[in-house]
């Protein structure tokens, strides 16, 4: 089992920034893949962004290119999302997932492929 806490939340005006923090303990950290995801209300759960094993390779939806950054730490067992140049629509919980292994580069960013789940951190932003 691999627990999942996240962090770093919180009401920020559009345009601001945040950091989001996800600390990881039950398993070795570096043997995950590890994701972030979030929900707006009403809508479905969307991927946000991943990362592999060793923080080499990193993944963004298409929304996310260029505002968000995913990074890891693996001696702290911590997964970080920055979020810059934040939105109204960015409004939502965030999650994090962490995954044994995916099975395309696809993967990554599909919900499925992830095994554990953390409990979501709200990021509201503001006009």
């Known amino acids: 089992q691999v627990q999942l806490v996240e962090s770093g939340g919180g009401l920020v005006q559009a345009g601001g920034s945040l950091r989001l923090s996800c600390a990881a303990s039950?398993?070795?950290?570096?043997?995950?893949?590890m994701g972030w995801f979030r929900q707006a209300p009403g809508k479905e759960r969307e991927s946000v962004a991943a990362i592999s094993r060793s923080g080499d390779s990193t993944y963004y939806a298409e929304s996310m290119k260029g505002r968000f950054a995913i990074s890891r730490d693996n001696a702290e067992n911590t997964v970080y999302l920055q979020m810059n140049s934040l939105k109204l629509e960015d409004t939502a919980v965030y999650y994090c997932?962490?995954?044994?292994?995916?099975?395309?580069?696809?993967?990554?960013?599909?919900?499925?492929?992830?095994?554990?789940w953390g409990q979501g951190t709200q990021v509201a932003v503001s006009s």
């Open positions: 039950g398993r070795t950290f570096s043997d995950y893949v």
């Open positions: 997932a962490a995954a044994r292994s995916v099975s395309s580069v696809r993967g990554y960013l599909s919900g499925r492929e992830y095994d554990y």
